[in-house]
């Protein structure tokens, strides 16, 4: 059925720029979170648009964006407004509007089974535990699109996994994640420039920092 809406979205919104990338970065909406482990997706996504001079000045669809051009491509970043259970809700409508095939799809989200700072290009996969990759995949019909996860490590001891994804990162761990937002930037424009490919053998190795 969202394959089908893709279809005719082709012929009812002409509009719409011909290939262009969405990049979305997950986190929940407000200054209370702002600077969560959850949102590091929120964070990568300012410090792409701040790189590159783009504005979140438009709203639709329960998303923030941003649009413009990264090293010539066309992008738009979005951001859910929608708090991370229903992301799904945000990226799914903005798909089918603005015709993204979902090879040109990019999440970048937090990820608990991955050392701090370390990052992991896909080109598809499930949700692993993700509630908000599972609210896209569930409302996108298909996982069947890349995902750059970031790694901000486990809880310690037997803290509940939920309290600590809305914690701050410690002093300690935020000197390492200045440096890792900025790397995976670096392995976003890499994506736009030269395909997941390589892009996955330049950065999916790489030591943090």
């Known amino acids: 059925m969202f394959r089908f809406l893709q279809f005719l979205h082709r012929f009812s919104n002409p509009a719409a720029p011909a290939n262009m ?5 997950l986190g929940n909406p407000g200054l209370r979170y702002q600077h969560n482990r959850h949102n590091v ?5 300012d410090v792409l648009a701040q790189e590159y001079g783009l504005g979140f000045d438009k709203r639709k669809f329960k998303a923030q964006l941003a649009n413009g051009h990264v090293e010539g491509q066309r992008v738009m970043l979005v951001r859910p407004e929608t708090y991370m259970n229903l992301s799904g809700d945000a990226v799914q409508p903005l798909v089918s ?8 799809l990019l999440v970048v989200y937090d990820d608990l089974d991955l050392p ?6 896909r080109p598809a996969g499930g949700a692993g535990g993700h509630n908000g990759m599972k609210s896209i995949i569930r409302r ?5 699109f890349p995902r750059l996860r ?3 490590d486990r809880p310690p001891g037997r803290m509940d ?3 600590y994804v809305l914690q701050d990162f410690s002093p300690a761990e935020e000197e390492i994640m200045v440096q890792v937002r900025h790397r995976a930037v670096r392995a976003i424009v890499t994506w736009l420039q030269q395909g997941l490919d390589v892009a996955m053998n330049q950065f999916n190795q790489q030591n943090n920092g």
């Open 97 to 104: 509007y603005f015709k993204i095939e979902l090879s040109r």
């Open 116 to 121: 701090i700072g370390t990052l992991r290009l």
């Open 150 to 152: 970031i790694g901000i």
């Open 41 to 45: 997706g929120y964070q990568i996504l």
């Open 21 to 25: 990338y969405m990049i979305v970065g």
């Open 140 to 144: 996108l019909g298909s996982n069947a």
């Open 161 to 163: 996994p939920a309290a």
